[in-house]
């Protein structure tokens, strides 16, 4: 398979930040889209016109068996998770249900038809406190309930893959950004602040970071998916290249023509800090064919752009 065109494609988690752009582009690309959501929100709105939303939740087996049969994907995109990086261990449970069990649950599911592709969604903290860059064969050192439930789902389907020779890859994708991506984060966060004119405290911000631009990483998915050298693989989808969280805010002010003045240092660093946190990806280069196209520059100024142009979907 060189192209999606026509192609049966299912997105788990089509609703989520990465999900959207990633099904926006399947659409584009003339795939026959099926979207798993769990609920409606801006994003997913904006494409209901042009692939077909379905309300299904990832544990609740008799209603994912009875989607999946109805749509017989050949490509499935998993990005279904509960996304929180807080350190509590309360969150365990909720966690493996979801994210670890709800995989078990996709995979189960589709033994039962002719697929040709599953692309997991593992994620760059599964890494946890391992020397940068990191690489895919560091053994994973999960720091959270959240990376620990991912880094459990990696190697469930590591071991799929290895067991039954099931056509399936796991993408880590390193701190991703741009339109749509209404959220606390770091990038989105300094801009709403910053159109706003709210205070912006902040640490020293004297670690480091790789920021991706979400187009690039999106085309990491795409390409995974038609190369079957990738199939039974993990892979790094980032750019490897650090920048402090200094930098990264006065960089966005800067193109902002400064509209506040950041609280540089009244915050503390937490505990534990993670001081240095970026890819080695070269592996995705020689398998996928794959390297960044966006630099920071362009990827700042087109997500500021869009959170300007459209202040509806972020006010509130």
């Known amino acids: 398979m060189l192209s999606f065109k026509k192609e049966k494609v299912l997105v788990t988690g089509a609703n989520g930040f990465i999900g959207y752009h990633l099904t926006d582009r399947l659409i584009q690309e003339g795939a026959d889209v099926y979207a798993f959501v769990h609920e409606h929100d801006n994003r997913i709105k904006l494409l209901k016109d042009y692939c077909s939303i379905f309300h299904t939740d990832l ?8 989607s999946v049969r109805a749509i ?4 499935v995109f998993h990005l ?4 929180n990086v807080d350190r509590s261990v309360n969150l365990i449970n909720d966690m493996m249900r979801v994210n670890f069990q709800g995989t078990v649950n996709l995979l189960s599911t589709l033994e039962k038809i002719d697929y040709e592709c599953f692309v997991n969604t593992g994620t760059c903290e599964e890494y946890g406190d391992n020397p940068v860059p990191f690489k895919e064969d560091q053994c994973p050192r999960p720091v959270s309930p959240y990376s620990f439930s991912k880094a459990s789902s990696t190697l469930y389907c590591s071991m799929i893959a290895k067991t039954k020779g099931s056509p399936i890859i796991t993408l880590r994708p390193f701190l991703t950004y741009g339109p749509f991506q209404v959220s606390r984060m770091l990038i ?7 159109l706003k004119r709210e205070t912006l405290d902040m640490t020293k911000g004297e670690q480091t970071r790789e920021f991706n631009f979400v187009e690039d990483i999106v085309d990491g998915y795409l390409k995974a998916a038609i190369k079957p050298e990738a199939k039974g693989q993990i892979l790094n989808i980032g750019n490897g290249r650090e920048y402090t969280i200094r930098e990264i805010v006065l ?5 902002m023509g400064n509209p506040i003045t950041p609280s540089i240092g009244s915050l ?6 993670t001081w240095h946190f970026y890819c080695d990806n070269s592996k995705a280069k020689r398998i996928l064919g794959w390297s960044p196209k966006v630099d920071l ?3 700042l100024k087109r997500t500021i752009e869009w959170f300007v142009e459209n202040p509806h979907e972020w006010e509130e």
């Open 59 to 66: 544990l609740d087996g008799d209603a994912l068996s009875k």
């Open 72 to 75: 017989k994907p050949k490509i």
């Open 80 to 83: 279904a998770a509960i996304v």
């Open 188 to 194: 989105p966060d300094t801009i709403m602040k910053s």
């Open 251 to 255: 960089k966005i002010l800067d193109i």
């Open 268 to 273: 503390p660093y937490r505990q534990g800090e």
């Open 297 to 299: 520059e362009e990827g």
